[in-house]
């Protein structure tokens, strides 16, 4: 029987790949183990640590993110309920500009968190296809939580509820320049400085 090739730090693998056998190594991260062996499970750089005899696989493949805690999302609202607007999730903001989600997923904004002060309606600070920059406020049950508190956060970019033209600003109003009518929205300070292709 051929001796299998262990690999070397950096090397590239592929899933299904050997690495190496359990007494050299600890499964770590995108590794299996399978009768003593050790396999990649994912495509990526393999990563040997020495200090804690571990071999892993880190993924190259820039895999879309999924909103964590504090990440700060682009969204577009489908819904707006008494309580709650209804958005889907469209990216991520980055250091490096914005980056896919890894599923469309759905998120909420609940009435207490669209602004500091008293909401008397949400359909006052919402309407259907708005397009919201918001935080990630909890993500650990369906549907992910935001807030529009905050400067920054609110809604970006927001067409006329009578002729579908893109709203323009006048300082907390959005007016119509097509039709002439008057919106509020929960406004955030980027009001159509965003440019992202959705």
């Known amino acids: 029987m051929d001796k299998k090739k262990s690999v070397k730090n ?3 693998v592929l899933p299904g790949d050997y690495l190496g056998i359990i007494e050299e190594f600890l499964p770590g991260e995108g590794v299996i183990e399978e009768n003593g062996e ?3 499970t994912r495509a990526g750089k393999v990563k040997v640590n020495l200090e804690r005899m571990e071999i892993s696989v880190e993924a190259v493949t820039d895999t ?3 909103p964590k805690v504090g990440d700060v999302v682009i969204a577009k609202v489908i819904e707006v ?3 709650a607007a209804i958005v889907q999730l469209l990216k991520i903001e ?6 896919e989600i890894a599923a469309s997923k759905l998120a909420g904004i609940h009435i207490s968190q669209v602004k500091d002060g008293y909401v008397d309606e949400m359909s006052r600070e919402f309407k259907v296809s708005d397009i919201v920059r918001a935080k990630v406020i909890a993500n650990e049950k369906s549907p992910i939580q935001l807030t529009t508190k905050g400067q920054g956060l609110g809604v970006v970019f927001a067409l006329c509820s009578t002729c579908r033209a ?3 600003r006048k300082g907390s109003q ?3 320049p097509k039709c002439g009518n008057s919106e509020t929205r929960k406004l955030s300070s980027m009001y159509r400085k965003i440019k992202i292709e959705i």
């Open 174 to 176: 959005l007016i119509c």
């Open 81 to 83: 309920k008494p309580q």
């Open 166 to 168: 893109p709203l323009v």
């Open 10 to 12: 950096g090397d590239f």
């Open 38 to 40: 050790l396999y990649a």
């Open 64 to 66: 879309p993110p999924v």
């Open 94 to 99: 980055g250091r490096n500009g914005y980056r």
